[in-house]
């Protein structure tokens, strides 16, 4: 029973039985990412044990501890949701009727918590319809809006669109790519989804939804699986669609197709948004289910159901179809499946001075069977990432990843070759990320700071040019830091440019000061890669008001301001041009 959950490797385990509460206003894990626990499992095992998600309105994780409680626990502890006077939101702002306090949040905790329990521990199936999407609700819960829907259990038969599929009337979308064309969602939305969580990588293949976006009533999205399914026996479809947050009143047309070609319509959703702002994650699904009866089964072979029909009934409007399962009630015995289980490891390797060495990602695939997952392998230079389904067997190396190391004699970082995994049928992830690091062990080229105007008339920059004793390759970055002038006046902040001293600190030049005075003020040095040196500089005014020579001196230091030993402080004079 996970409360406000991360997951990171976003690999739940499909066999264990799992209830996953999603606290609308939470700060922490803003989008909700625990919602993989329920999305994740899809069709990775048998698909026995129930996975749900409890969205309640209006709660934030850290209330469902007393110790993390403000104004309850002994310890300092805050509200995380971002919040501020001058920019209230409308859902999850302190004293909106949306947002639960300390004890309704405490009393609706403690009742799906109990259902929970009374469901997995007990085996009292007569608390399932709290949990599973059923509509149901707790009324020992109240005031707080609870809403659940599940997977798993005894749903069978699913159109799902993470596997092979054809859509006509809507369109494939991915949960996540940064190309607005392909995602689910694009980033200019206001607002986000928990089934569309960003994971280790800019782009997924084979984590996808279908959309649907229409501007008049009748036109029908078809989602038509590889092979035939079966409803036979099912009570019903049930169906999880995302309309989007404030919403109200989207009426879809359920229809189903069989091979003979058909058509039946089992009934009429109607789907409701969360209430959301661009600050909450409430593009999540609602669960809403069709009946299948008697009749239904005359009119049509429910065992070679070819293809589902979504027909919007609304004149505009959009949504997402997440899935759509045949449904019985009933709450099976689980089983642990017998899966292969995959661990990533990391080797940490010298990049040596000389010659190219080839060294393989550390991987262990434990368990029994086989299974298939997929494979992410990133590139440390170019941040792109590939992927390829593999095929996994205990003792075999169906996952090889080669990674070439050429040694040099020159500064650089480390790199860094990371590889993910993802389950996707039968097997179980354990450590999902790994890889080969390479060290660098070559010493950072030594800095020198050598004048190139050091003494100007006003008006004109002051220069300094820093330089390494070798080509890095890497940034070898660093500052000169301000010291004050130990003999004669100091340059002032009416001395130099003002669009200068505002970018590079924020200050103003009034009232005037000597620079040493202004906080934050240095100098950046940054050599790039391949280079060996580079300039910076100050900028002088030149003024009407006579005036004798000023100075400015600085410090070399490293990129954390402690001065590199060795290197001596360097000064800069400028002189009245009168």
């Given at each position: ?404 190391v050429e040694g040099n004699r020159r500064y650089g970082f480390d790199d860094v070759h990371d590889v993910f995994v993802k389950a996707v049928r039968t097997a179980v ?150």
């Amino acid at each position: 029973m996970l409360i406000g959950p991360t997951v990171f490797g976003q690999n739940p385990v499909a066999d264990v039985p799992s209830m996953t509460l999603l606290p609308g206003c939470d700060g922490d894990v803003s989008d909700l990412q625990g919602q993989v626990y329920v999305d994740g499992t899809r069709r990775v095992s048998r698909g026995t044990a129930l996975h749900s998600a409890v969205y309640m309105v209006g709660a934030n994780h850290k209330y469902f501890n007393s110790e993390w409680t403000p104004g309850q626990a002994k310890a300092p502890a805050d509200d995380d949701f971002w919040h501020a006077e001058e920019q209230p939101d409308r859902v999850c702002s302190p004293g909106t009727r949306t947002r639960l306090t300390a004890d309704q949040q405490h009393k609706a905790g403690a009742s799906y918590i109990a259902a929970a329990a009374r469901l997995f521990v007990a085996g009292d199936d007569r608390v399932r319809p709290l949990l599973d999407g059923s509509g149901r609700r707790a009324p020992s819960a109240d005031p707080a809006r609870v809403l659940t829907h599940a997977v798993g259990a005894r749903r069978g038969a699913g159109f799902l669109p993470d596997g092979k599929v054809t859509v006509s009337g809507g369109r494939l979308c991915s949960a996540v790519d940064p190309a607005a064309a392909k995602a689910c969602l694009s980033s200019e939305t206001a607002g986000a989804s928990p089934h569309f969580a960003q994971w280790e990588t800019d782009r997924e293949p084979g984590r996808r939804a279908v959309a649907l976006r229409w501007s008049a009533a009748g036109s029908a999205a078809r989602i038509r699986p590889d092979r035939p399914l079966s409803l036979a026996g099912d009570k019903a479809l049930a169906l999880r669609v995302i309309v989007p947050p404030n919403s109200t009143g989207t009426r879809l047309d359920v229809s189903v197709t069989d091979t003979a070609g058909r058509q039946r319509t089992l009934g009429r959703v109607e789907v409701d948004g969360l209430p959301g702002t661009d600050r909450t994650a409430s593009y999540w699904a609602r669960e809403v289910r069709v009946p299948i009866g008697a009749d239904d089964a005359a009119a049509l072979d429910l065992r070679h159901v070819k293809s589902l029909q979504l027909t919007p009934r609304t004149a505009s409007g959009r949504a997402w179809l997440m899935d759509a399962w045949g449904w019985r009630p009933g709450t099976p015995q689980v089983r642990e499946a017998p899966l292969p289980r995959v661990d990533i490891g990391r080797l940490t390797v010298k990049e040596g001075d000389s010659g190219v060495r080839t060294y393989r990602v550390p991987v262990r695939v434990s368990g029994q069977g086989s299974g298939q997952i997929r494979l992410f392998v990133a590139d440390p230079d170019t941040g792109r990432t590939t992927d390829r389904l593999v095929t996994v067997r205990p003792g075999a190396h169906d996952i090889d990843v080669p990674v070439k190391v050429e040694g040099n004699r020159r500064y650089g970082f480390d790199d860094v070759h990371d590889v993910f995994v993802k389950a996707v049928r039968t097997a179980v992830i354990g450590a999902h990320r790994g890889g080969v690091t390479v060290e660098n062990d070559d010493p950072v080229p030594s800095v020198s700071v050598t004048p190139v105007a050091d003494r100007v008339t006003e008006g004109q920059p002051l220069k300094w040019r820093i330089s390494l004793s070798a080509v890095a390759d890497a940034q070898v970055s660093g500052v000169l830091t301000l010291l004050p002038v130990t003999d004669g006046p100091e340059l002032s902040t009416k001395d130099v440019d003002p669009a200068w001293l505002l970018e590079n600190t924020g200050a103003s030049p009034d009232p005037e000061r000597p620079l040493s005075k202004v906080d934050g003020l240095y100098l950046w040095a940054s050599v790039e890669p391949g280079q060996t040196s580079t300039e910076v500089q100050v900028p002088t005014l030149k003024d009407q008001v006579a005036e004798p020579a000023e100075s400015v001196r600085f410090q070399p230091a490293d990129d954390s301001g402690e001065p590199l030993p060795g290197v001596p402080a360097v000064t800069g004079t400028v002189l009245d041009a009168s």
